[in-house]
Antibody, heavy 125, light 111 residues
């Protein structure tokens, strides 16, 4: 079955760029939307954004100025870049597959059916 | 944009039934599908309800979802509570720009 694995540095300095990659195994990245979600310590889930395998994206307005999500279909991977990080960006970052009520132009009501285990990113000098 | 408001915590005894609410602050709850995710401590979330009331394969029928336009809210009901149901539960929907919105989460204690 499809599995997702997040990878990237666990420690990022303030003002630098956080970079994470999600590798999709056991299935193709094509024909789906893929999402990033984060969870600060002791807090709830926050949606960061999603990307279609063709490259179209939709971002959380509160993070949009700092976020870039990209996809590499040849490697079956998608990635997250979050710039100018602060301690408030310290969180567990999850990647997930979005399925269900989605079209080729946007996801209207899909849900995350496969999640990665999550990776902890700490922002600290 | 809108908010999804959930009770911070609920508790119930094993074998009983519990309902967790998710109230949309503006716009109709029926405008966009509502999903529910279960997150056990130290684990990634999993879907227990999607598209308001659909259960993924493998989720027991003790879990059910509904929406109520009169209260502009969605509900997750868990019957025949088991200790393994103890977890955080999050509702999630979409706004008019097709952006995801999560509720703040509800901690379910089964005591």
């Amino acid at each position: 079955q499809v599995q997702l694995q997040e990878s990237g540095p666990g420690l990022v300095k303030p003002s630098e760029t956080l970079s994470l990659t999600c590798t999709v195994s056991g299935g193709s990245i094509s024909s789906y939307y893929w999402s990033w979600i984060r969870q600060p310590p002791g807090k709830g889930l926050e949606w960061i954004g999603y990307i279609y395998y063709s490259g179209s994206t939709n971002y959380n307005p509160s993070l949009k100025s700092r976020v870039t999500i990209s996809v590499d279909t040849s490697k079956n991977q998608f990635s997250l870049k979050l710039s100018s990080v602060t301690a408030a960006d310290t969180a567990v970052y999850y990647c997930a597959r979005v399925t269900g009520y989605c079209s080729s132009t946007s996801c209207l009501g899909g849900y995350m059916d496969v999640w990665g285990k999550g990776t902890t990113v700490t922002v600290s000098s | 944009n809108f908010m999804l408001t959930q009770p911070h915590s609920v508790s119930e005894s094993p074998g009983k039934t519990v309902t967790i609410s998710c109230t949309r602050s503006s716009g109709s709850i029926a405008s966009n599908y509502v999903q529910w995710y279960q997150q056990r401590p130290g684990s990634a979330p999993t879907t227990v309800i999607y598209e308001d009331n659909q259960r993924p394969s493998g989720v027991p029928d003790r879990f059910s979802g509904s929406i109520d336009s009169s209260s502009n809210s969605a509900s997750l009901t868990i019957s025949g509570l088991k200790t393994e149901d103890e977890a955080d539960y999050y509702c999630q929907s979409y706004d008019s720009s097709n952006q995801m919105v999560f509720g703040g989460g509800t901690k379910l204690t089964v005591l």
